[in-house]
T-cell receptor, first 114, second 112 residues
Framework: NAGVTQTPKFQVLKTGQSMTLQCAQD?????MYWYRQDPGMGLRLIYY???????DKGEVPNGYNVSRLNKREFSLRLESAAPSQTSVYFC?????????????FGPGTRLTVL | GESVGLHLPTLSVQEGDNSIINCAYS??????FIWYKQESGKGPQFIID?????DKRQGQRVTVLLNKTVKHLSLQIAATQPGDSAVYFC???????????FGQGTRLTINP
């Protein structure tokens, strides 16, 4: 099992450019998450998908959109990148039971917006 | 928990000593509290969780203590090893919710 995979690993964008961050998991998990982590700070939830077909906003959704393409894949799109979106982006997944707390994280995408 | 900027709280311990990492929480409705470990350049990794109706839970070399009176959570690591060097995050979850709220994190460094 590869677990949670993210592509790309690194990306540099210019202000105003768009891009999609890809995430896939092979653990048959129902729930998937997108977080951002700024230097020296904790993780902040951008969007999540509790199950296939649903998406919900997290703490910091502005400037982002998501798509739960199927049970395996959950993508994050930046329509018009801004320097404030420079961050490390982590995708995570877990089984659907609310009492199950272990989220499995991908290796992250390091995004710089110039 | 809210971040306080670029400077993570740091805890330095001698190899072989016990480490205690603390976390304050604010949401009385949280039903689970969770600890994650993040090594440099990697994604966070689950360590242990504790339900709000418990005050202590032990795992392999780790113990989590929960004091609901003062809304305080701690992670104790026994016989700290170089591989324990990481940033440790506490997180909380409200009953029935599918999402976690992460605290700021504490950087643990091990002195040889």
């Amino acid at each position: 099992n590869a677990g949670v995979t993210q592509t790309p690993k690194f990306q540099v964008l210019k202000t105003g450019q768009s891009m999609t961050l890809q995430c896939a998991q092979d653990m048959n998990h129902n729930s998937m998450y997108w977080y951002r982590q700024d230097p020296g700070m904790g993780l902040r939830l951008i969007y999540y998908s509790a199950s296939e077909g649903t998406t919900d906003k997290g703490e910091v959704p502005n400037g982002y959109n998501v798509s739960r393409l199927n049970k395996r894949e959950f993508s994050l799109r930046l329509e018009s990148a801004a320097p404030s979106q420079t961050s490390v982006y982590f995708c995570a997944s877990k089984p659907g039971q609310s009492s199950y707390n272990e989220q499995f994280f991908g290796p992250g995408t390091r995004l710089t917006v110039l | 928990g809210e971040s306080v900027g670029l400077h993570l709280p740091t805890l330095s311990v001698q190899e072989g000593d016990n480490s205690i990492i603390n976390c304050a929480y604010s949401n009385s409705a949280s039903d689970y509290f969770i600890w994650y470990k993040q090594e440099s350049g990697k994604g966070p990794q689950f360590i242990i969780d504790i339900r709000s109706n418990m005050d202590k839970r032990q795992g392999q070399r780790v113990t989590v203590l929960l004091n609901k009176t003062v809304k305080h959570l701690s992670l104790q690591i026994a016989a700290t090893q170089p591989g324990d060097s990481a940033v440790y995050f506490c997180a909380e979850k409200t009953q029935g919710a599918q999402k976690l709220v992460f605290g700021q994190g504490t950087r643990l460094t091990i002195n040889p």
